[in-house]
């Protein structure tokens, strides 16, 4: 289970529907190291190169994975990972990052 960073300030993401995520310093989400978010999600922990390219958006998406450097490991909330998984699976489907519940449906992202 992913580790909580202790007596930090937290992560809010925000897509826009332009695709960027926005930070804003939230006090009341938790932050959790990603490498742990990852493995919890795919079942392995990503390399640090793999990190650091989803940090600086450099990849076949282009989107920022929000995140904060802290004692050598990278930072994010839950939702801001959530949102940046959901993003970069609609700009890899050719759907926009405010797509609606049915285009959703129709791509088979949804049941």
Do not use: C, Q
């Amino acid at each position: 289970m992913p580790r909580p960073a202790k007596n930090r300030r937290k992560l809010h993401a925000v897509v826009t529907p332009e695709g960027t995520i926005t930070l804003t310093l939230d006090p009341t989400h938790k932050r959790f190291r990603v490498r742990d978010l990852a493995r919890e999600t795919t079942g392995h922990h990503p390399s640090p190169p793999t990190i650091y390219r989803w940090v600086r958006g450099i990849g076949a998406t282009g989107l920022r994975l929000p995140a904060i450097a802290l004692d050598g490991a990278w930072y994010t909330t839950r939702e801001a990972w959530e949102a940046w998984l959901e993003a970069r699976s609609r700009i890899k489907l050719g759907l926009p990052i405010d797509a609606s519940d049915a285009e959703l449906l129709d791509a088979g992202l949804v049941d």
